[in-house]
């Protein structure tokens, strides 16, 4: 009997040391950003905690993840298991079947948790098909020290004529000092999706219900003619080609009075390694024109499963993981309240610790919660997205609109003829698409 | 006939401005690897600074270097000597036993590397999905190889051809079957240019990153994805980046270094002179 008993826990013993080298391995597509950075290097806890799983990392450049993924989903690879993907990207992929949906999160995840606007965003016909890992809006950052020498103050939901007097005021080239710095560079993800909200503001929006494009509106002119004149006026030299970054070092290094962009920006302004402006600058609403429908964009980037994945259940046990309170808690513990990830769950905007680390987190709370990606404009619209549009098309009306936007700003073209060519460009687009005849 | 002083002094002016032209970019980068993110962005751009070391070291812990550095060597090396066996076979005969068609052959081989890339992007992944062979170094060995083969078989096709048709004669003469003309009579002749072309063809593989980021993903990632993973959309990476890039170009540019006489021979010796 003794020897029976010997020999079962043997077995059993040597069974469960083979389960436990049957590792499944979830491979990971994302962006090379700081908060991704800060979720690769404590993934090591979650593969502590999940022996069973191993993660495979691959860090890419946007444009190039972007083109990656969707080559990927597109053709059911199978080569990914978690897809980092934006607000732009979930929708339509769950639309068309690619994403698995997360059907049953534990309790302990705790969705209702997660900002509303950003949820709903990741879901279709209510199925989640992407969970947060951080969000972002657009705010307007402006030079305390600057505007009290001056006498000025930024009123907590300015508008573009605001913004214009104080740049006037404020624009001091000869000290190196400009009025503006806001999006130059061509793209969809760079100045038109700045430009996009700032039409919206103005009461713009790119199609009418029945998917006419509405570019030539008196609306997107004065929109246009107020961005692209505050930057020609009182802009940094070289503006036609500043994206995100350009500017960030710019406004970083004390060159912009004022900067209008992501609220994310706000962590990299208070980090001592990149900012020698920290103590100095102040947060205020992104301006708006005569609408305050969609003047202000919202983004996320998410982690989805694709539905050729072969290990879906370890993805989506990761991406709970991830994208948990737990999670951020691990990030407070580890590396400090300031680079938690931002704008995703209520509760990291109700910890204490996290408004004293960052003073910026109740202007990016109020930006994210008072957009509404499906209701954009002051105009009803068929699309989705504030700073995009959400159909597939978009991304080739946004590159060539881009490039038209920036020819503005370098002179080569009146804000009529760029219109007018985005206009066109979009309406011969969506008549080969089939949306209008 | 001496050429005048003036023609000289334009001559080397015009070299060393090319050289500054061409090398400025990469001792850029190598400046920049030693900086701070912020000190690589400044305004006016900084040629003095305290070099620091924090770039190479964030850049060696965030990713396993010696893996992508070892899959590049075994893709490139791979995929040359492959280029080499397949397209030697072939110049010699458009060289020694030219038809009426070999320059239109040779012509339409070039051609097949003017067309875009991306073009043939999801044709291949379908059938790199269908083969097994995505992710995987035989699928990237093979690209590489079909990549390469055009210039490779025009670059051997040109040596093969300075060499005096009469030689070859001689040695048939003399009994010696092709194999033997080959070993004995062609490669001690066109070693130079053997050995330049399977440098550019490492040089070509080692840089090339449009399928190797599109066709891999952890296993056989080589040093073009390991670059790429250090651009990042928001905040300041131009120091990391460049560091990442320094430790990816050093080994190519050591073999180039090493044998820059054996290049310039090779390149002098065909018809590329």
């Known amino acids: 009997m003794r020897h029976i008993r010997t020999l079962v826990t043997a077995s059993a013993m040597l069974l469960a040391s083979v389960s436990a080298y049957a590792q499944t391995t979830v491979t990971i597509g994302t962006v090379n950003n700081s908060d991704m950075v800060v979720m690769k290097e404590l993934s090591k806890k979650f593969e502590e905690s999940h022996p069973n799983i191993k993660l495979n990392w691959v860090v890419l450049e946007e444009n190039v993840l972007r083109q990656r993924l969707t080559t990927d989903i597109a053709t059911k690879s199978g080569q990914f298991d978690v897809m980092t993907i934006g607000l732009y990207e979930a929708p339509m992929w769950g639309k068309l079947g690619w994403l698995a949906p997360f059907e049953n999160p534990p309790d302990s995840y705790r969705i209702d948790d997660v900002l509303k606007s950003v949820r709903d965003g990741l879901a279709v016909d209510g199925k989640q098909y992407a969970l947060p890992f951080y969000a972002e809006s657009q705010m307007t950052f402006y030079r305390k020290d600057l505007f009290d020498a001056a006498g000025l103050t930024m009123p907590e939901e300015p508008k573009w004529t605001d913004i214009e007097r104080f740049a006037e005021k404020l624009n001091n080239p000869n000290k190196g000092i400009y009025g503006i710095c806001l999006r130059g560079k061509p793209g969809w993800g760079e100045n038109v999706g700045q430009i996009t909200p700032a039409a919206n503001g103005f009461g713009a929006r790119w199609f009418d219900m029945d998917w006419k494009p509405q570019l030539t509106s008196p609306e997107w002119k004065a929109a246009l003619t107020t961005y692209t004149g505050l930057l020609k006026k009182y802009g940094p030299p070289g503006a036609a080609s500043n994206g995100f970054n350009e500017n960030l070092a710019l ?127 002051k105009d009803k619209v068929p699309y989705y997205g504030i700073g995009f549009v959400g159909i597939p098309e978009f991304q080739s009306l946004g590159t060539t609109a881009g490039q038209e936007f920036t020819a503005v700003l370098t002179g080569e073209k009146t804000v009529d003829q760029a219109l007018g060519n985005v206009q066109k460009f979009t309406e011969r687009t969506m008549k080969e698409a089939g949306y209008i005849k | 006939m001496r050429k005048s002083l003036a023609v000289r002094i334009a001559n080397f002016v015009i070299g060393w401005s090319a050289a ?27 040629l003095l600074f305290s070099p620091t070391m924090i770039n190479m070291r964030a850049v060696l812990d965030s990713a396993d270097y010696l893996h992508f550095f070892q899959n590049s060597l075994i893709i490139s090396c791979a995929a040359t000597l492959l280029a080499i066996i397949l397209g030697t076979p072939a110049a010699y005969a458009m060289a020694f036993f030219p038809g009426g068609r070999t320059k ?72 010696a079957r092709p194999l033997s003309q080959f070993f004995f009579l062609l490669l001690p002749l066109t070693a130079p240019g053997f050995a330049s072309t399977g440098l550019l063809s490492v040089i070509f593989i080692w840089n090339e990153a449009f399928w190797s980021i599109n066709l891999t993903v952890t296993n056989a990632t080589p040093l073009t994805a390991f670059i790429a993973s250090f651009s990042s959309p928001q905040g300041l990476f131009w120091a990391k980046l460049s560091a990442a890039s320094l430790l990816a170009i050093a080994p190519i540019m050591l073999l180039g270094w090493l044998t820059q006489k054996q290049l310039v021979r090779g390149l002098t010796f065909g018809a590329v002179k």
């Open chain 1, 251 to 377: 406004f970083a290094s004390g060159n912009c009075a004022m900067w209008i962009d992501a609220t994310v920006a706000a962590s990299f302004l208070a980090d001592q390694n990149q900012s020698t402006v920290i103590g100095k600058v102040g947060y205020a609403m992104s301006p708006y024109g005569t609408s305050k429908t969609g003047y202000h964009y919202l983004w996320a980037w998410a982690l989805g499963v694709p539905v050729s994945s072969k290990s879906k259940a370890a993805a989506q046990e990761f991406i709970y993981w991830a994208t948990s309170p737990e999670y951020i808690k691990l990030v407070a513990s580890t590396r400090g309240w300031a680079a938690v990830p931002p704008g995703t769950r209520t509760s990291t905007y109700a910890s204490k610790e996290y408004l004293d680390a960052a003073p910026f987190a109740k202007m990016t709370l109020k930006s994210i919660e008072s957009t509404d990606l499906r209701n954009p404009t």
């Open chain 2, 104 to 175: 239109d052959v040779l012509v339409w081989m070039l051609s097949t590397k003017m067309m875009p890339a991306v073009g043939v992007l999801v044709p291949i992944y379908l059938i790199f999905r269908d083969a097994g062979l995505l992710d995987t170094h035989v699928g990237l060995i093979a690209i590489y190889t079909l990549m390469n083969l055009p210039i490779v078989v025009w670059l051997i096709y040109t040596f093969f051809k300075d060499i005096p048709k009469d030689l070859i004669e001689a040695a048939r003469m003399d009994g």
């Open chain 2, 20 to 46: 500054i032209v061409f090398f400025f970019p990469i001792f850029w980068m190598a400046l920049t690897a030693f900086k701070t993110e912020p000190a690589a962005i400044a305004t006016p751009p900084k």
